[in-house]
Each structure stands twice: as structure tokens, then as C-alpha cells.
């Protein structure tokens, strides 16, 4: 596939070279080709449409002489955009604009511009789109709110090339904001192609740092107290083995008291791009550590036997110091709560 797709791309820019090469060969030759002496002024056979046909070869000529040279005006100047505003993220999106705007424009331009050259008078037809504003303006009220939308959103920032966003419950990466349509590429590789106007709702999820959670069971039968010692003495290991981590990992205490397992939350701070992969390094350094430390992750089941008791009853100390860590916890992550739907 990808030595095709190299193939297809060699293949087009020849194309691309070739045409580009012919319309400057036809600004040389533009006399010759274009003027009132032109060879294609003369009649090459008794048949009146061969004759007809051969003089608008020079009609062809300037089509796609236009069209070269307006597909290498928007190759160079979108190029120039990327290349100066590509220091940030609202660089890029704002270069994007502009090279979809100036993409719409020339294609207007150039059409204009074939027109006359095939004889048709462009600035009647001007002049006639006064008549068929109205008509048009019906049929296009969705595409003029589309642009006028991407206009604001570039220009307050709402998002930016490269945000992680929610729109309309379609979580992605902002690949592109176009004039008309704003592109999100979710982490599959679906891109949701998504008209401006129709962004009715919005969650940014980059501006701020994003909390990622993790949930781990222990068993009825454990100590609660001695299990939240081993988390004290460790949540400082597991920060140095997860670099990703902005702030934490926090201890939140007991999150729920399920069937056949009590719950622990854990949360820490982290970019939005790397939530997922936080939340399975916790998952991973929480594993390891109750390993080494003989503490159960009980899988569902039912219990029909006496549940045993702990093997070794807390200290007053170790109970103190216990309760003491779960308060310090909840006051270093004031402020990191989850929605419910988040738990």
C-alpha cells in the first residue's frame, strides 16, 4: 500500500511538473500561440469542424494554463502560511483558514478566467448573479452559516488544530478546521467530517490539565490500615516510574464497597493526550505493588465459608498513622473530583 501510494504521488507531481512547465512554455510563446497571428488562426482543412475545433486549441491552451498556474499559486502560498505560523497550534489553524479561503478563491478566479477564455463574458455573468442572489441565497443560508462559524471559531479560539475535543459526543484530535468543515480523527483513525454550524456542543479537552483515574479492588479479609501504609510508603515510587504524571498520584480512599471486593480510587493530573496511558501505568504499578506486598485483587465470587480475619491486628500507631495519611490525601486533591459518569 505504501509503495503504491509513493507510486501515485511520483505520478502526480510529474503530472503537476509537466503542466506547470507547458503553461510557462505558453507564456513564452504567447503570441504565437494567443495573438492575432497565431497559427491557429489559419484553416488547416475543408471540413468547417475540424477547422473549428483546431482554432480552439488555443481556448484549451489557456484553460489549463490557468488552472496550473492558480493549483501553484495555492501549493506556494499555502506552503509559505504553514512554514511562518507553524510555531504554535493557533498558527496552524489559522494558516489552514487562509489556505481553504485562498483554495475557494482561486477556484472562483480561475473559473472566471477559462470562461473568457473560451469567449464567454464573465462580467455578464456578474452581473446576472445580482438577479440570481436571492435565489441561490435560499438554497445556501447553511453554507454561509458554516463559514461565518469557522470564521469565529478560529478567531476566539473556542479549539485548535491538534485540541482533543468532544463535539457533538465524537471524542478526536482537531485535524482541521476548513472554512466550511472542521475535520476530528478519533484515536481509530475515523475521521468525522463536521459542518461548522452544526457544532452544538463543545468540550475542549486540552486547554486544562485532565485527571486520570484508576479503581483497584482488595479483598474483604485484608487490612484496610496496612494496605494504606504499603500506599503510603510508595506513591512517591510509583510518581518517579510514571513520568507522564503531572501531579500525584493521589490516594482518594475507599470508592466503593463492592460484591466481592473494597474499591480503592486513585487519581493523578496529566496531559489530556495521555490520560489512557496514565491510567494503565497505575494500573500496572498498583498491580506490582500489592504483588509484592501479598495483597489480594479478588476476582467475583461467592463466598459460602466464614470469611477469615486479618492476619495481624493494626497498632493504635499504625492505625493513627493510617487515618492521618487518607487526611492528608484528601487535602492534597482538593479540587480532582470526577463526574459520575467518570467513575
Not at 208 to 232: D, F, M, N, P, Q
Request: proline share 2%.
Amino acid at each position: 500500500m505504501e509503495k503504491k501510494s509513493l507510486k501515485s504521488k511520483i505520478i502526480k507531481w510529474v503530472l503537476f511538473a509537466i503542466g506547470l512547465i507547458g503553461a510557462v512554455v505558453a507564456i513564452v510563446f504567447d503570441a504565437q500561440i494567443f495573438g492575432e497571428s497565431s497559427i491557429f488562426n489559419k484553416l488547416i482543412s475543408s471540413n468547417a469542424v475540424v477547422n473549428m475545433l483546431y482554432q480552439k486549441v488555443p481556448s484549451l491552451i489557456r484553460s489549463l494554463q490557468i488552472a496550473v498556474i492558480s493549483i501553484a499559486v495555492y501549493l506556494v502560498v499555502s506552503s509559505l502560511l504553514l512554514l511562518t505560523l507553524r510555531t504554535s497550534n493557533r498558527g496552524i489553524t489559522i494558516a489552514r483558514l487562509c489556505a481553504s479561503f485562498l483554495k475557494w478563491a482561486l477556484a472562483i478566479g480561475a473559473l472566471m478566467f477559462i470562461l473568457n477564455a473560451w469567449g464567454i463574458d464573465a462580467t455578464t455573468l456578474l452581473a446576472s448573479a445580482g438577479i440570481l442572489t436571492l435565489i441561490v441565497g435560499l438554497g445556501a443560508q447553511s453554507l454561509v452559516a458554516d463559514i461565518v462559524a469557522g470564521v469565529f471559531i478560529v478567531f476566539e479560539g473556542e479549539f485548535q488544530v491538534g485540541d482533543i475535543v468532544v463535539i457533538n459526543n465524537w471524542r478526536g484530535t482537531v485535524k482541521e478546521i476548513g472554512i466550511r468543515t472542521t475535520k476530528v480523527v478519533d484515536s481509530g483513525g475515523n475521521v468525522n467530517i463536521i459542518n461548522n454550524s452544526e457544532i452544538t456542543t463543545l468540550i475542549n479537552q486540552t486547554q486544562e490539565i485532565s485527571v486520570a483515574k484508576c479503581v483497584v479492588g482488595i479483598e474483604y479479609s485484608e487490612s484496610l490500615t496496612r494496605v494504606e501504609l504499603i500506599i503510603k510508603n510508595n506513591l512517591e515510587k510509583i510518581k518517579e516510574n510514571i513520568p507522564l504524571i503531572i501531579e500525584g498520584p493521589f490516594y482518594k480512599g475507599v470508592d466503593l464497597l463492592n460484591a466481592s471486593s473494597v474499591d480503592l480510587l486513585f487519581v493523578a493530573k496529566c496531559k489530556e493526550e495521555d490520560v489512557f496511558q496514565v491510567q494503565r501505568d497505575l494500573n500496572r504499578e498498583l498491580k506490582l505493588l500489592f504483588d509484592e506486598n501479598n495483597v489480594n485483587i479478588p476476582f467475583p465470587q461467592v463466598v459460602v465459608n466464614q470469611a477469615k480475619q486479618a492476619t495481624e491486628a493494626p497498632t493504635a500507631k499504625e492505625k493513627k498513622q493510617a487515618k492521618d495519611f487518607v487526611n492528608e490525601q484528601k487535602e492534597l486533591s482538593v479540587g480532582i473530583e470526577l463526574q459520575e459518569d467518570d467513575k
